[in-house]
Every structure is written in structure tokens, then in C-alpha cells.
């Protein structure tokens, strides 16, 4: 029995049926009570267990033990061995509430997507003691009997027993959206889990009845290996903190060598004690560490979380924002993310004329008719057959926004819309022709047969596969009358449906029959000599928005495959209608993919590919192949399927409204409105984030020079001029105004052509030479010009050169705020200079981001604060300005704006004369 449990379910299905009996210690009869018991303590609950998950300590602590976050830890004793316990203190109070923050944000966001994980029916019907038992499902165990409803979820893998017109939606599974038909007799079918008589945990019985015997339960089922694969995966590091590590490491090394290069200059230029030379290195080490940058990150990641959450994108992980910027191929599903899930009759096939459905009513050659029941025999009575050969009902939605409710099959669901959309009064009808009698659908037939009675006339109303109704029909109703069936009937009528099934669409055949009342009664003599009257042609159909999406991934170079259960011809038809491949496009199933060895798969990766009928782990196996190959892949699903893909992905997206809870743990980010259009939606905002990301680093950046220059001016002096710049005025610009205008360049709207360009590549840096130019080549270097210069301005009109410069007293510190003072109204331009790489911030609207502008409110006031609040002077080592000083700095932003305008009209310029 040990064995039986981790045995797949399909082993089970060509065995006589008395074997399986005898492997399972069961019968027909059931387990007895103390048996069952036995069992589920051996076997466990027969519920889906959830991976192990960090504990929320170890959550909280991993938000202050990045690289970034340590790199902070050690600048604070860095400024406590300097001396300098309130930078110290300062430092590490922002690298406490980031990492509170960071914690905050992930936790608000895991709990948003933590449902109720009830894979499981509650209840189910099993025999027990030889008789029918009620029992909480996490009870059943194998070699349970067990019976199934239509409507039930099922509880185990199990072999069918018996059944009648049984139909399984195994979606969930497979991701193919028609459910598939079961019977007692062993069919292999296409693809895994498609054998007939065996059922499995997780999937749905969408019609019919039937008994089976539990083969596995839990975590030994097919949906609980699933689960266990995705849970036995380990996180992967996203790119943008893999780059935030990189961008550490490089800040690390950059302050380490200016520190050590001052401490050198100290000592053998300025002469200074090697003690005094070490406090000096280790003040300018902080000065150049952006004490800012880890708390702007992760406010800029939140917002975008906020962002995307109204583009109706829940973000699980903070980091994955970024990740989503960096997509360069994209691992569609197809059932409910490409198309509507909503199987919908788009054709209508009679002998006499041909309808395309729309939503506006019934096209014929081209006219729109607003068709009502009662109009054409033919039509009529193919609508009756629709909808009173039906077993499904369909529940009109409580509220607006939501959909209706299908009790039983899509493909029932479908017909009796295409009814409605005639205004078919179906209760009258039912009424009018109850029924009598059912003849079941089964695989083997193909067809389901009702018969009803009217007015003392018995009809039998036959639906199902062309193939097999078409060889039983002798007679046509054709313009309304009754006619022989000829050859060449046959013929356009399987051209017709070779025609639809070229487009990937399905074909439902209707047929009739009048009886006499001795006919009814056996199946074999009603299903013979019928009337053919037409076909209903149906499809899965594409979303309305599908089609701007996916033109807008081949626009910004994202290459998107889909990867379903579906079938080759089906999946082959909705890539190419809506653009994802052409016609020429290779199809692979999964039979062929099992086949193909790795460097197959990768030369095959390399041109237009579809799969189909694949696997769970053969999902995962194209994943892991195109991670292999350099892509930054993001893998959609909403099924148990989908799950090892999803988690295996960069980002794994799953659908909020009909994903299973296995697929919503294993994503990344989920899709509240199931949506493809989402996704290139919130890879625009990724792309977005990671623009603005390297928009404020360059904003934090370029201070670093005008920061350090008042040292250099003091050591290439000798000491003679006194530090035009104290670490605590360095920390003001780092901690206080500079940090709302880089979080308002965090919220910064998308620049024109960003979907136009194609995804950055894997190796780009965020700190590159076009930033590290800018920051210290450009807007740094004429800001440590234009500051420098204030201190030496104020100076003068303290009576400098006439009087030495002294380094303490009222004079000192009013040149140092100068210096303070220059630097914030450098950052005023830069942040507006920042908001655009080559756009004209006057096009986007000076004054369109209101956080950029608040935060330069902020700043100008905070500058006051510190010039005109004692207490604040003295901590501060500030002063007030006088009016010739501050004309000075209100001249300053507007030249600096203009001059990165002309700058950046030159940069337009030049790459428009390049196309």
C-alpha cells in the first residue's frame, strides 16, 4: 500500500478492474469505518498542504540585511568612530524605518493574496460499512468508494466504477477549456490525464453522475505533486536587487577610495596627525555614500505597487516591479488570459444559409439581422434543439461587473446564449415540449438524444460530433423542408466543417427525429434515419483588448509564446488571429516536446513556436530552457498546471478571478481582472520604475561632488581655508532635501516611446557611464562650481581676502550655509533637469509632477528651518543669509534648467538626423 500511494493514477487505468479491487484491499461495498481510519492515519489528511514558509521574523530581518542595508549598518559606526554620534544615530534610524517600511509593504501584499486554500470539496459521499456515508473530504482515503455529482468538485484520483453522461472540466489541470467526457471503459486519449476512466483531484464534474474508487489522496495526487514541485523551488534573486547588490558593491568601493585617498592627502599634503587624517577619510566615506538611496528605492517600488495594483496588478514582492521592466518573452496561457473563457457560438451552418453571430445579433451576407424566434423554420427549430437537448443552466449575474453563472458545461452555456440572443422564450418552450427521456452523452457515441413530447407527437432531438451524427441521418432540412440526404449534401457539409475546424473552431451537429411511441423507448432504434438540420460552430473567443496588447509587445521587442493545454489546431488559430505568430508559426505538442532533447528545444525557442497539450513540468522544462538562453521571462497561468512555471519564472503571473490558490502561492504577481492586457500594462509601469530609479540615483548622485569639493578645497589649501562644509550639513542634503524630490521622481509618468524600446539589456547596470557622466561630469560638477564659489562669494562680503578666515564664529558658519544653501538650489534645477532623459521637461509640464514641486517647497523650507531655528544652528553649524546672498542662489536654477534644455534639444536633434 506504501507504494499505491505515490503511484500516478493513469498506472491504474488499463487494469481490470478486480485487480484494482485487490491492490486497494476494497470492493464494490466500500471500507468499513475502522479500516478508513486505519488509512488516514497512515495516508494523511487528503488535503493539499502549503510549502514551508519563512517565518515573519525572518521576513522582517531580511528587509536589514541587504547588501544596501549593511553598507548603512556600517557607515553608522563608521560616523560613531568619527565622532559624530548624531550622524550615527541618523543613518541608522533611516535603515530601521526603510526595512519597517519594506516589511510593511510585502506583508500588506502577501496577506492581500492569501485566500481561503480549499482545493477540496468540504463534503463527499462515500461508501462505508456497506452503506452511504457523509464525511468531511480530508477524510477520504484510498480504496474509498466514492460518488460524484454534477457540480462536485472532486476529491482524490480515482478510477471510475460507474457513470452516466459524465463530463469533467479538467482546466485546472490541462488548461483546456471543453470539458472532457469519462467513462467506465479505458480510453487513452490525447495527452496526460486524458484517459477516460480515470478522474483526478481538483478537477469539477460538469455533468452526469458516476461512482469511483479513491487511488490517491493529498499530496500523492496529481494536484498535490504539483503543489509539492512548485513548493520545493527556491526563490530566485530578482534582477533589481542582483543590480542593487552590483550598485553597492561599486558605491562601496568608490567611498573607500576617496576615503583613502583624502586620509593619504591629509597626511603628506596637509600634514594633518594620522588621527585627525583617519576621522577626516572617514567622514568623507560617508559623504559619499547615499544614505537616501535604499529608502527612495523602496518608496519608488511602492508606488509603483499602487500603480500597478489600479491597473488591476497585485504585486506580491516589491523587487518584482522592476523585474516586470525587463520581460523579453512572455509564456502565455491561452484560456482565460488570451480569450474570454466563455465558449460562444459564432456561426450558425444550415443548408439553406450560413450566420456569423455577433453581439449585435445575426449577420447573413453581410447584413446585420435582429433575428427574433419565429421567423425561419429552420433556424427555429435548430435554436430548439440547442436549448432543449441541454442539461445546463445559466444564472443571470447578481450585480453588474459580474458574470453570470454556468451550472453545467460551456458549451451547453453557449447555446442557450445564441438562444437568448433570439429572445427564445425558453420556460414556454419547455413547457410546450417536456421531456421524456435522455439518452446520455458518451465518448464512444459522441451525442446526447432528449425526447419530448408535443401535442401527442413524440420528437427526439440528437446533438453531437458531425462525424458520427452525419452517418445516421438519412434526410436534410433544407429552406424549410424535408428532403433525402444526397453524396453531395455530405460533401459541403464536411466542407463546411473542415473550413471551421482550419480556424480552430468547434462544430456542433443537430439533428431530429419524429417517433412513435415504441421507438422511444430504446436507444439503438431512435438514433437512426434522422434529419439533419445544421451546425453550431463555436469558440473560446479572444478579448477585445488582446489585440493593442500584443501589437504593444512587438512594439517594445517582447517576444510572447503560448504555452497550453489546449489542442495544436485550437492554439495554432488564436496565436495567429490575434497576432502572437504567424501562420507559418511551428506548432509543438507535448508528445513532440518529450521527444526533443535540449538542444532541440533551445534551436526550436529560436523561431516562431506554439505549444500544445503540454505537461505541468514540460512548461516548467520551456521556462527553465529560455532562463538558460538569457531571457527575463514572465510565465502566465491560472491553473495547478501553471504553478511550477509560474514559481520557476521570473515573474509568474497568475489570474485573480479564476486561478487556483496553488497558482495565485507560486506567482509573483496576480491579475485581479485576469487580463493579458494588464500584464503589458504593468510591464510598462516596470519599465517606468526602472527609469525612474536611475532618475533619482542620478539626482542622489550628483550632489556627491559638490559635497566633496569643500574638502579638496580644503586640503589643496593646506588647511588655510577652513571647511567650507560640515558631515552634518553633507547628511542634510543626503537625508533631508533631497529625499522628496527623488521620491517624486519615483512617481515620474512613463516618457513618451518607452514601449518603442526594447527590453534593457541583461547585463546593463544601473549605474552606467551615461549616469556616472551626468552625476559627476555635468550636473555635479557645476553645482561643486557653483557652491565652492558661494562660500568664497560670502566671504568677500565678510571682508575676505583683507581678513583671514577663521574657522569657528558667526562669519564661518553663515559662508558654510552658503555653501548648504548653493547645493539644495543646484538640486532644485537638477530635479527638474532629471525628470526626463531627452523629452523637454517644459513639454511634459514644468509643473505636472506635484511631488517634484512639493518637495522643492519642502526643501526651501527646511533650508529656512536650519538658518532661523536657534537650536537647529547650533546642531546644523548655520547662520541666516543676507539679500546679496540670496539673489545669488534664486539665480541659480533657472540658467541651470535652460542650459539642460539646450542639451537635450541637441540630443533630439542629433538622433533624428540618425534615422
Same mark, same amino acid.
Not at 492569501?114 to 477520504?140: C, F, H, K, N
Not at 460538469?206 to 474508487?213: E, H
Not at 600634514?271 to 577619510?281: D, L, Q, R, T, W
Not at 562650481?785 to 583683507?802: A, C, D, E, K, R
Given at each position: 500500500?506504501?507504494?499505491?500511494?505515490?503511484?500516478?493514477?493513469?498506472?491504474?487505468?488499463?487494469?481490470?478492474?478486480?485487480?484494482?479491487?485487490?491492490?486497494?484491499?476494497?470492493?464494490?461495498?466500500?471500507?468499513?469505518?475502522?479500516?478508513?481510519?486505519?488509512?488516514?492515519?497512515?495516508?494523511?489528511?487528503?488535503?493539499?498542504?502549503?510549502?514551508?514558509?519563512?517565518?515573519?521574523?525572518?521576513?522582517?530581518?531580511?528587509?536589514?540585511?541587504?547588501?544596501?542595508?549593511?553598507?548603512?549598518?556600517?557607515?553608522?559606526?563608521?560616523?560613531?568612530?568619527?565622532?559624530?554620534?548624531?550622524?550615527?544615530?541618523?543613518?541608522?534610524?533611516?535603515?530601521?524605518?526603510?526595512?519597517?517600511?519594506?516589511?510593511?509593504?510585502?506583508?500588506?501584499?502577501?496577506?492581500?493574496?492569501?485566500?481561503?486554500?480549499?482545493?477540496?470539496?468540504?463534503?463527499?459521499?462515500?461508501?462505508?460499512?456497506?452503506?452511504?456515508?457523509?464525511?468531511?473530504?480530508?477524510?477520504?482515503?484510498?480504496?474509498?468508494?466514492?460518488?460524484?455529482?454534477?457540480?462536485?468538485?472532486?476529491?482524490?484520483?480515482?478510477?471510475?466504477?460507474?457513470?452516466?453522461?459524465?463530463?469533467?472540466?479538467?482546466?485546472?489541470?490541462?488548461?483546456?477549456?471543453?470539458?472532457?467526457?469519462?467513462?467506465?471503459?479505458?480510453?487513452?486519449?490525447?495527452?496526460?490525464?486524458?484517459?477516460?476512466?480515470?478522474?483526478?483531484?481538483?478537477?469539477?464534474?460538469?455533468?452526469?453522475?458516476?461512482?469511483?474508487?479513491?487511488?490517491?489522496?493529498?499530496?500523492?495526487?496529481?494536484?498535490?505533486?504539483?503543489?509539492?514541485?512548485?513548493?520545493?523551488?527556491?526563490?530566485?534573486?530578482?534582477?533589481?536587487?542582483?543590480?542593487?547588490?552590483?550598485?553597492?558593491?561599486?558605491?562601496?568601493?568608490?567611498?573607500?577610495?576617496?576615503?583613502?585617498?583624502?586620509?593619504?592627502?591629509?597626511?603628506?599634503?596637509?600634514?594633518?596627525?594620522?588621527?585627525?587624517?583617519?576621522?577626516?577619510?572617514?567622514?568623507?566615506?560617508?559623504?559619499?555614500?547615499?544614505?537616501?538611496?535604499?529608502?527612495?528605492?523602496?518608496?519608488?517600488?511602492?508606488?509603483?505597487?499602487?500603480?500597478?495594483?489600479?491597473?488591476?496588478?497585485?504585486?506580491?514582492?516589491?523587487?518584482?516591479?522592476?523585474?516586470?521592466?525587463?520581460?523579453?518573452?512572455?509564456?502565455?496561457?491561452?484560456?482565460?488570459?488570451?480569450?474570454?473563457?466563455?465558449?460562444?457560438?459564432?456561426?450558425?451552418?444550415?443548408?439553406?444559409?450560413?450566420?456569423?453571430?455577433?453581439?449585435?445579433?445575426?449577420?447573413?451576407?453581410?447584413?446585420?439581422?435582429?433575428?427574433?424566434?419565429?421567423?425561419?423554420?429552420? $433556424? *427555429?427549430? &435548430? +435554436?430548439? =434543439? %440547442?436549448?432543449?437537448?441541454?442539461?445546463?443552466?445559466?444564472?443571470? !449575474?447578481?450585480? @453588474?461587473?459580474?458574470?453570470?453563472?454556468?451550472?453545467?458545461?460551456?458549451?451547453?452555456?453557449?447555446?442557450?446564449?445564441?438562444?437568448?440572443?433570439?429572445?427564445?422564450?425558453?420556460?414556454?418552450?419547455?413547457?410546450?415540449?417536456?421531456?421524456?427521456?435522455?439518452?446520455?452523452?458518451?465518448?464512444?457515441?459522441?451525442?446526447?438524444?432528449?425526447?419530448?413530447?408535443?401535442?401527442?407527437?413524440?420528437?427526439?432531438?440528437?446533438?453531437?460530433? $458531425? *462525424?458520427? &451524427? +452525419?452517418? =445516421? %441521418?438519412?434526410?436534410?432540412?433544407?429552406?424549410?423542408?424535408?428532403? !433525402?440526404?444526397? @453524396?453531395?449534401?455530405?460533401?459541403?457539409?464536411?466542407?463546411?466543417?473542415?473550413?471551421?475546424?482550419?480556424?480552430?473552431?468547434?462544430?456542433?451537429?443537430?439533428?431530429?427525429?419524429?417517433?412513435?411511441?415504441?421507438?422511444?423507448?430504446?436507444?439503438?432504434?431512435?438514433?437512426?434515419?434522422?434529419?439533419?438540420?445544421?451546425?453550431?460552430?463555436?469558440?473560446?473567443?479572444?478579448?477585445?483588448?488582446?489585440?493593442?496588447?500584443?501589437?504593444?509587445?512587438?512594439?517594445?521587442?517582447?517576444?510572447?509564446?503560448?504555452?497550453?493545454?489546449?489542442?495544436?489546431?485550437?492554439?495554432?488559430?488564436?496565436?495567429?488571429?490575434?497576432?502572437?505568430?504567424?501562420?507559418?508559426?511551428?506548432?509543438?505538442?507535448?508528445?513532440?516536446?518529450?521527444?526533443?532533447?535540449?538542444?532541440?528545444?533551445?534551436?526550436?525557442?529560436?523561431?516562431?513556436?506554439?505549444?500544445?497539450?503540454?505537461?505541468?513540468?514540460?512548461?516548467?522544462?520551456?521556462?527553465?530552457?529560455?532562463?538558460?538562453?538569457?531571457?527575463?521571462?514572465?510565465?502566465?497561468?491560472?491553473?495547478?498546471?501553471?504553478?511550477?512555471?509560474?514559481?520557476?519564472?521570473?515573474?509568474?503571473?497568475?489570474?485573480?478571478?479564476?486561478?487556483?490558490?496553488?497558482?495565485?502561492?507560486?506567482?509573483?504577481?496576480?491579475?485581479?481582472?485576469?487580463?493579458?492586457?494588464?500584464?503589458?500594462?504593468?510591464?510598462?509601469?516596470?519599465?517606468?520604475?526602472?527609469?525612474?530609479?536611475?532618475?533619482?540615483?542620478?539626482?542622489?548622485?550628483?550632489?556627491?561632488?559638490?559635497?566633496?569639493?569643500?574638502?579638496?578645497?580644503?586640503?589643496?589649501?593646506?588647511?588655510?581655508?577652513?571647511?567650507?562644509?560640515?558631515?552634518?550639513?553633507?547628511?542634510?542634503?543626503?537625508?533631508?532635501?533631497?529625499?522628496?524630490?527623488?521620491?517624486?521622481?519615483?512617481?515620474?509618468?512613463?516618457?513618451?516611446?518607452?514601449?518603442?524600446?526594447?527590453?534593457?539589456?541583461?547585463?546593463?547596470?544601473?549605474?552606467?557611464?551615461?549616469?556616472?557622466?551626468?552625476?559627476?561630469?555635468?550636473?555635479?560638477?557645476?553645482?561643486?562650481?557653483?557652491?565652492?564659489?558661494?562660500?568664497?562669494?560670502?566671504?568677500?562680503?565678510?571682508?575676505?581676502?583683507?581678513?583671514?578666515?577663521?574657522?569657528?564664529?558667526?562669519?564661518?558658519?553663515?559662508?558654510?550655509?552658503?555653501?548648504?544653501?548653493?547645493?539644495?538650489?543646484?538640486?532644485?534645477?537638477?530635479?527638474?533637469?532629471?525628470?526626463?532623459?531627452?523629452?523637454?521637461?517644459?513639454?511634459?509640464?514644468?509643473?505636472?509632477?506635484?511631488?517634484?514641486?512639493?518637495?522643492?517647497?519642502?526643501?526651501?523650507?527646511?533650508?529656512?528651518?536650519?538658518?532661523?531655528?536657534?537650536?537647529?544652528?547650533?546642531?546644523?553649524?548655520?547662520?541666516?543669509?543676507?539679500?546679496?546672498?540670496?539673489?545669488?542662489?534664486?539665480?541659480?536654477?533657472?540658467?541651470?534648467?535652460?542650459?539642460?534644455?539646450?542639451?537635450?534639444?541637441?540630443?533630439?536633434?542629433?538622433?533624428?538626423?540618425?534615422?
Amino acid at each position: 500500500m506504501a507504494q499505491q500511494k505515490i503511484k500516478a493514477a493513469g498506472m491504474y487505468a488499463e487494469q481490470p478492474l478486480k485487480q484494482v479491487y485487490q491492490q486497494f484491499k476494497t470492493s464494490a461495498a466500500g471500507l468499513s469505518s475502522h479500516e478508513a481510519q486505519t488509512r488516514l492515519t497512515t495516508y494523511g489528511p487528503n488535503t493539499i498542504q502549503r510549502g514551508q514558509r519563512q517565518s515573519q521574523f525572518k521576513l522582517f530581518i531580511k528587509n536589514f540585511t541587504s547588501l544596501m542595508a549593511l553598507l548603512l549598518w556600517v557607515s553608522g559606526v563608521i560616523a560613531l568612530f568619527a565622532g559624530m554620534l548624531e550622524l550615527a544615530i541618523a543613518i541608522w534610524a533611516v535603515n530601521l524605518i526603510n526595512g519597517c517600511f519594506s516589511f510593511w509593504q510585502e506583508h500588506a501584499a502577501q496577506k492581500a493574496t492569501d485566500s481561503l486554500r480549499q482545493m477540496l470539496p468540504a463534503y463527499t459521499q462515500v461508501l462505508r460499512d456497506g452503506q452511504q456515508q457523509r464525511i468531511d473530504a480530508a477524510e477520504l482515503v484510498p480504496g474509498d468508494i466514492f460518488t460524484i455529482q454534477a457540480g462536485n468538485s472532486i476529491s482524490a484520483d480515482a478510477r471510475l466504477l460507474s457513470a452516466t453522461g459524465l463530463q469533467v472540466d479538467e482546466s485546472a489541470l490541462t488548461g483546456e477549456s471543453v470539458p472532457e467526457s469519462k467513462t467506465v471503459a479505458y480510453q487513452p486519449g490525447d495527452g496526460k490525464f486524458a484517459e477516460t476512466n480515470i478522474v483526478y483531484a481538483g478537477t469539477m464534474a460538469a455533468s452526469g453522475n458516476a461512482q469511483a474508487v479513491a487511488l490517491n489522496t493529498g499530496m500523492a495526487t496529481e494536484f498535490g505533486q504539483i503543489a509539492q514541485l512548485t513548493q520545493n523551488q527556491r526563490p530566485n534573486i530578482s534582477p533589481l536587487q542582483k543590480e542593487l547588490n552590483h550598485l553597492t558593491q561599486q558605491i562601496s568601493l568608490l567611498a573607500i577610495l576617496v576615503g583613502v585617498l583624502f586620509f593619504i592627502l591629509a597626511i603628506f599634503f596637509v600634514h594633518y596627525p594620522v588621527a585627525k587624517s583617519f576621522i577626516f577619510a572617514l567622514g568623507m566615506i560617508v559623504a559619499f555614500i547615499p544614505e537616501g538611496l535604499l529608502p527612495t528605492v523602496t518608496l519608488s517600488l511602492a508606488q509603483g505597487v499602487q500603480r500597478m495594483a489600479k491597473k488591476h496588478a497585485l504585486v506580491k514582492d516589491l523587487a518584482s516591479v522592476e523585474t516586470l521592466g525587463e520581460t523579453t518573452v512572455i509564456c502565455s496561457d491561452k484560456t482565460g488570459t488570451l480569450t474570454q473563457n466563455q465558449m460562444t457560438v459564432n456561426h450558425i451552418w444550415l443548408p439553406s444559409r450560413e450566420y456569423t453571430v455577433s453581439g449585435q445579433g445575426y449577420v447573413n451576407n453581410g447584413q446585420i439581422e435582429n433575428y427574433t424566434f419565429g421567423q425561419a423554420a429552420d $433556424l *427555429d427549430l &435548430l +435554436l430548439q =434543439i %440547442s436549448v432543449l437537448n441541454n442539461n445546463t443552466t445559466v444564472k443571470a !449575474p447578481a450585480s @453588474a461587473g459580474q458574470q453570470a453563472k454556468i451550472l453545467g458545461t460551456p458549451t451547453e452555456a453557449a447555446l442557450i446564449i445564441l438562444a437568448e440572443k433570439a429572445q427564445l422564450d425558453l420556460p414556454s418552450l419547455q413547457a410546450k415540449l417536456p421531456r421524456q427521456q435522455e439518452f446520455p452523452f458518451d465518448s464512444e457515441r459522441k451525442r446526447m438524444t432528449t425526447i419530448h413530447r408535443d401535442h401527442g407527437q413524440t420528437v427526439a432531438y440528437v446533438k453531437g460530433a $458531425l *462525424d458520427g &451524427l +452525419l452517418a =445516421i %441521418s438519412t434526410t436534410i432540412l433544407d429552406h424549410g423542408q424535408v428532403r !433525402p440526404l444526397t @453524396a453531395a449534401d455530405q460533401q459541403n457539409i464536411l466542407a463546411a466543417d473542415k473550413q471551421f475546424a482550419a480556424k480552430g473552431l468547434r462544430s456542433l451537429a443537430m439533428a431530429y427525429r419524429k417517433l412513435d411511441a415504441q421507438a422511444a423507448s430504446d436507444q439503438a432504434s431512435v438514433e437512426q434515419q434522422l434529419t439533419f438540420v445544421g451546425l453550431t460552430v463555436m469558440a473560446d473567443p479572444p478579448r477585445p483588448e488582446i489585440y493593442a496588447a500584443v501589437a504593444k509587445c512587438h512594439a517594445a521587442n517582447i517576444r510572447i509564446i503560448m504555452v497550453t493545454g489546449d489542442s495544436a489546431l485550437t492554439a495554432k488559430s488564436i496565436a495567429t488571429k490575434i497576432g502572437i505568430t504567424s501562420d507559418q508559426a511551428r506548432v509543438v505538442t507535448g508528445t513532440e516536446l518529450a521527444q526533443m532533447s535540449d538542444a532541440d528545444l533551445k534551436t526550436a525557442l529560436s523561431a516562431e513556436l506554439i505549444f500544445a497539450r503540454v505537461a505541468p513540468e514540460q512548461k516548467y522544462r520551456v521556462v527553465t530552457m529560455l532562463q538558460s538562453m538569457g531571457e527575463v521571462v514572465a510565465s502566465t497561468g491560472d491553473g495547478v498546471n501553471d504553478a511550477p512555471a509560474l514559481k520557476k519564472a521570473d515573474i509568474g503571473v497568475a489570474m485573480g478571478m479564476t486561478g487556483t490558490d496553488v497558482a495565485k502561492d507560486a506567482a509573483d504577481m496576480i491579475l485581479t481582472d485576469d487580463n493579458f492586457a494588464s500584464i503589458v500594462a504593468a510591464i510598462e509601469e516596470g519599465r517606468t520604475v526602472y527609469s525612474n530609479i536611475q532618475k533619482f540615483l542620478l539626482y542622489i548622485l550628483n550632489s556627491n561632488l559638490p559635497e566633496a569639493a569643500p574638502s579638496v578645497v580644503f586640503l589643496f589649501s593646506r588647511g588655510f581655508v577652513p571647511l567650507p562644509l560640515t558631515v552634518m550639513q553633507i547628511l542634510t542634503v543626503d537625508l533631508g532635501t533631497d529625499m522628496l524630490p527623488a521620491l517624486g521622481l519615483g512617481a515620474e509618468r512613463s516618457e513618451p516611446g518607452i514601449m518603442e524600446q526594447p527590453p534593457r539589456a541583461h547585463n546593463a547596470h544601473l549605474l552606467n557611464r551615461r549616469i556616472i557622466w551626468k552625476a559627476f561630469g555635468w550636473y555635479g560638477l557645476i553645482a561643486a562650481i557653483l557652491s565652492t564659489g558661494g562660500y568664497f562669494v560670502t566671504n568677500h562680503l565678510n571682508g575676505w581676502p583683507q581678513a583671514a578666515l577663521a574657522a569657528s564664529g558667526f562669519d564661518y558658519r553663515q559662508a558654510t550655509t552658503m555653501t548648504l544653501a548653493t547645493i539644495i538650489f543646484c538640486q532644485i534645477a537638477a530635479a527638474l533637469n532629471c525628470r526626463t532623459q531627452r523629452s523637454s521637461v517644459l513639454k511634459v509640464g514644468l509643473f505636472s509632477n506635484r511631488k517634484i514641486i512639493g518637495g522643492i517647497i519642502f526643501e526651501v523650507f527646511l533650508l529656512f528651518a536650519l538658518m532661523y531655528i536657534p537650536e537647529l544652528q547650533v546642531i546644523f553649524n548655520t547662520a541666516p543669509l543676507r539679500g546679496g546672498e540670496w539673489l545669488y542662489l534664486l539665480a541659480i536654477p533657472i540658467p541651470l534648467v535652460l542650459i539642460e534644455e539646450a542639451r537635450k534639444y541637441g540630443l533630439r536633434r542629433h538622433a533624428a538626423a540618425d534615422r
